[in-house]
């Protein structure tokens, strides 16, 4: 499978905000556009979460309601990535995101911490 290499995960305050990357580098040109992209989450103890999905033609289609009006997912098929802009953060905000693929891989996750 394709590998993600993602990135921009870190710590920050509440109300901060941080931009997650999320790159296919090795995905054949051209191809990249057909696939849906999604972010997801998973909080210590917690199950996976969705946390936004974005179409093909780049319409977001679904967000989780607890980052509705704070989080946007993008992407650029010319750069075959996705990314999630997170703006006021909150605490319950803090774990592991993973970007996911509609070819099926999954990013290796990076950790996103929202502390004072």
């Known amino acids: 499978q394709v590998h993600l290499v993602e990135s921009g995960g870190g710590l920050v305050q509440p109300g901060g905000s941080l931009r997650l990357s999320c790159a296919a580098p090795?995905?054949?040109?051209?191809?990249?556009?057909?696939?849906?992209m999604d972010w997801h989450r998973q909080a210590p103890g917690k199950e996976r979460e969705l946390v936004a999905r974005i179409n093909s033609r780049g319409v977001p289609t679904d967000y989780a309601d607890s980052v509705k009006g704070r989080f946007t997912i993008s992407r650029d098929n010319a750069k075959n990535t996705v990314y999630l802009q997170m703006n006021s953060l909150k605490p319950e905000d803090t774990a592991v995101y993973y970007c996911?693929?509609?070819?099926?891989?999954w990013g290796q996750g990076t950790q996103v911490t929202v502390s004072s």
């Open positions: 090795r995905f054949k040109a051209g191809d990249y556009v057909r696939f849906v």
């Open positions: 996911h693929a509609g070819w099926g891989s």
